[in-house]
């Protein structure tokens, strides 16, 4: 019944490795978002996205590379990880609502990603 | 820069008492306000949320007090109850309902029995 589901929930890998993470929200909902919660627990959007298309992208590394297969799925793959890609990553989903607005983001568990 | 700060990263609060958690912002565009709740291991929910066009939005025991000429806002909740105790939130926004939130870094709520 989890709405927003991340996986894996935790991961543990070393500098210059390649990882995903997976995200699935069964809400309907038709855009969805990555956050990074780093070490000063500042909680910031990274990417957006809407029916599977890039909405928002915060000037985030390219070795970051999002990729949304369905609405109801946004990957995030990490290339060449560093020690800095430390932290918490936050998947949430919302709905465009009519005049381009969009109801509250509902998130899910987080993955704490470490990089040794 | 820093937008939205919550300078309290704890509180502890007496259960049944007044618990206030407070943020401030910088950016004067910022026009919607809303508090999150997030317990361990979980993402954080939604919890209130203020247009600036109000001054109080009120929710049960959860109350949200917005001060433009400060850029001040706070979150009420009265009485506290144990099941209170978590990380709030607060997060701004150019816009109701826009995508992009800007979070602040949370302050821990312990509510004591």
């Known amino acids: 019944d989890t709405a927003v589901s991340q996986t894996p929930k935790y991961l543990v890998t070393q500098m210059g490795n390649d990882k995903s993470i997976k995200c699935e929200q069964n809400?309907?909902?038709?855009?969805m978002y990555w956050y990074k919660q780093d070490s000063k627990k500042f909680l910031k959007i990274m990417f957006s996205y809407n029916n599977k298309e890039l909405i928002i992208n915060e000037t985030v590394p390219n070795r970051f590379s999002p990729k949304s297969p369905d609405k109801a799925h946004l990957n995030l793959h990490i290339n060449s990880l560093e020690l800095g890609d430390s932290a918490v990553y936050f998947c949430?989903?919302?709905?465009?609502?009519?005049?381009?607005?969009?109801?509250?983001?509902?998130f899910g568990p987080g993955t704490r990603l470490t990089v040794l | 820069d820093q937008q939205v700060k919550q300078n309290s990263p704890s509180l502890s609060v007496q259960e049944g008492r007044i618990s206030i958690l407070n943020c401030d912002y910088t950016?004067?565009?910022?026009?919607?306000f809303l508090w999150y709740k997030k317990y361990p291991a979980e993402g954080p929910t939604f919890l209130i949320s203020?247009?600036?066009?109000?001054d109080k939005n009120e929710d049960g025991r959860f109350t949200v007090f917005l001060n433009k000429s400060a850029k001040h806002l706070s979150l009420h909740i009265v009485p506290s109850q144990p099941g209170d105790s978590a990380v709030y939130f607060c997060a701004a926004s150019v816009g109701q309902g826009a995508q992009k939130l800007v979070f602040g870094q949370g302050t821990r709520l312990t509510i004591n029995p």
């Open positions: 809400l309907g909902h038709d855009t």
């Open positions: 949430a989903s919302s709905r465009r609502l009519a005049g381009g607005l969009y109801n509250e983001q509902f």
């Open positions: 203020i247009s600036s066009i109000k």
């Open positions: 950016n004067s565009m910022f026009d919607y």
